[in-house]
């Protein structure tokens, strides 16, 4: 895989999961959602969730060091806002936005996005 690529997939990750937790929000205000909660909470149904599916790191390769680690906090991510969808689904606005406000679901959001960010710089530097 080239390094653009990688770097590519990454960036565009980060991007689109900081855009897609501001959209989340926006749903809990209207109470309507894109999606259901149940793809939501799939972790391979975005398009850097497809990719992370596709990869087969190998042990070796010090790039891909992180890989287990953003792989376990991409689909930790997914099945927390999953949860806050269906509350959303089942008409709990409050109980949804308990959900998106609470603390460790802004540091899980925040430690995904910065574990990212560390993962780009090991392409950058390793490979």
């Excluded at 999961?17 to 929000?25: M, P």
């Amino acid at each position: 895989m080239l390094k653009n690529e990688q770097d590519t997939q990454v960036r565009d990750a980060i991007c689109a999961h900081a855009v897609w937790t501001r959209k989340l929000s926006e749903c809990i205000d209207s109470g309507q959602l894109e999606k259901t909660s149940h793809d939501i909470s799939c972790d391979d149904q975005c398009a850097f969730g497809k990719w992370l599916a596709g990869l087969s790191p190998a042990t070796h390769d010090p790039a891909m060091k992180k890989f287990t680690t953003i792989k376990t906090m991409h689909t930790r991510f997914h099945a927390e806002a999953g949860k806050i969808a269906a509350h959303v689904e089942n008409g709990d606005r409050a109980a949804a936005r308990q959900g998106y406000e609470a603390p460790h679901f802004k540091r899980m959001t925040n430690s995904l996005i910065i574990n990212l960010n560390d993962w780009r710089e090991d392409f950058r530097r390793f490979t």
